[in-house]
Every structure is written in C-alpha cells, then in structure tokens.
T-cell receptor, first 112, second 113 residues
Framework: GDSVTQMEGPVTLSEEACLTI???????????LFWYVQYPGEGLQLLLK?????DKGSNKGFEATYRKETTSFHLEKGSVQVSDSAVYFC???????????FGTGTQLKVEL | EPEVTQTPSHQVTQMGQEVILRCVPI?????FYWYRQILGQKVEFLVS????????KSEIFDDQFSVERPDGSNFTLKIRSTKLEDSAMYFC???????????FGPGTRLTVT
C-alpha cells in the first residue's frame, strides 16, 4: 500500500539557518503530495502541495519539488524563524483527492 | 476565510460509553473525512464520505464507528462503545470538488478513562 517516510526529529536549528526535511514516498499510481504543519496546540494546516511530477509547491518561504524519479518531496526553507517551530507532516493522496496517507511528522525547533 | 470547525475541543468519557464528535465542514465542500492521531503517533485515516455515503474506510473503522451527515452543515463521528485505545485527537477534514487539498479542523481530543 501507499506509505510516506520522513526523517526523524526533532530538528533543532538556529534562527536564519537553512532547513531541509526529507520525505520519500511509495504509491500506486501518481499521487498528489502535500506538506502540512501543526503548530503547538493547533490542528493541521496545509502548507503547500504539488500534484504532478516536477511541480514546485511554495508558501511562506517554504518550497518542495515533486521528484518522481527519486519519489521524493523534500521540504526546504532558506532562512527559518522561531515562529516556524512546529511539527511538519508529509502526505500523499491518490485517486484524485482520496484519503491522505501521512508520514510520522518531523518536529522542528528554531532557537534564537 | 472559511474554516472547518469541530466540537467539543476536549471530551472525556468512560470506557463503554458512546461519544459523538461533531464537525462543520467548509460550506461548499462535498467530500468529508475523519482522521485520528494517537499521542505521539502519525495521523491515520479513518473514513471518507461523499454524497451521503462512505466512499472508503480503514481497518480501524470497525462496527463501533459510524458517520452521519444529519443536516446540510454537520458531519458527525460516533463511537458506540469506547475503548481505552480510542483515546486520541480526532480531526475532521473537508475538500472541494475538483481540488486535491483537504482542510482540517482543530481537532477533538478524546480521552477514554
């Protein structure tokens, strides 16, 4: 079945450092890919998406590119802020927006 | 901006009791979902619902679970006889027709004692 693998956390960075959170997937068919973010005490917010190979999703300075050849969708940001501290979930869906399959989440802590 | 809402935010119940978790999806969305997240674990799919019927369900969604859209705005998840292992955060999500992304509510934390 479908699965998503994310790098283990927590990831601790200093403010203005570069961020990469790795995400790889296994899926039947051609999935749509997503990053969701969960701030402390809150629900899941859609951060960005990509629906076909080579698409780049971007939002709030975060980017991720759908790489079909490596089945990856790594999340990147050039300069993180303390306010980016949260748990980041990579997810996929197949079949035109059916159920989401999530990775285990990666906690990001950004310190001054 | 439209958002998904869920009530209650926290529910405490005794083992064996029935609970109903409520969700109000975004008003023009047609696809509805329930997920759960046991503390410290990944978010897991429970069920999807479209056109007044279940379109897909996971192995977790057994006979103890049911979903209903009782009116034009609410979407509910019922657990008939709760178990300790049902303790989790339950998220409702909705999706517009023709779009891929799902929008999540803030969740209901269910604690079974």
């Amino acid at each position: 079945g479908d699965s998503v693998t994310q790098m283990e956390g927590p990831v601790t960075l200093s403010e203005e450092a570069c961020l990469t959170i790795n995400c790889t997937y296994t899926a039947t068919g051609y999935p749509s890919l997503f990053w969701y973010v969960q701030y402390p005490g809150e629900g899941l917010q859609l951060l960005l998406k990509a629906t076909k190979a080579d698409d780049k999703g971007s939002n709030k300075g975060f980017e991720a590119t759908y790489r079909k050849e490596t089945t990856s969708f790594h999340l990147e940001k050039g300069s993180v802020q303390v306010s980016d501290s949260a748990v980041y979930f990579c997810a996929l869906s197949t079949g035109g927006g059916n159920k989401l399959t999530f990775g285990t989440g990666t906690q990001l802590k950004v310190e001054l | 901006e439209p958002e998904v809402t869920q009530t209650p935010s926290h529910q405490v119940t005794q083992m064996g009791q029935e609970v109903i978790l409520r969700c109000v999806p975004i008003s023009n969305h047609l696809y509805f979902y329930w997920y759960r997240q046991i503390l410290g674990q990944k978010v897991e799919f429970l069920v999807s619902f479209y056109n007044n019927e279940i379109s897909e369900k996971s192995e977790i969604f057994d006979d103890q679970f049911s979903v209903e859209r009782p009116d034009g705005s609410n979407f509910t998840l019922k657990i008939r006889s709760t178990k300790l292992e049902d303790s989790a955060m339950y998220f409702c999500a909705s999706r517009d027709s023709g779009l891929y992304e799902q929008y999540f509510g803030p969740g209901t934390r269910l604690t079974v004692t």
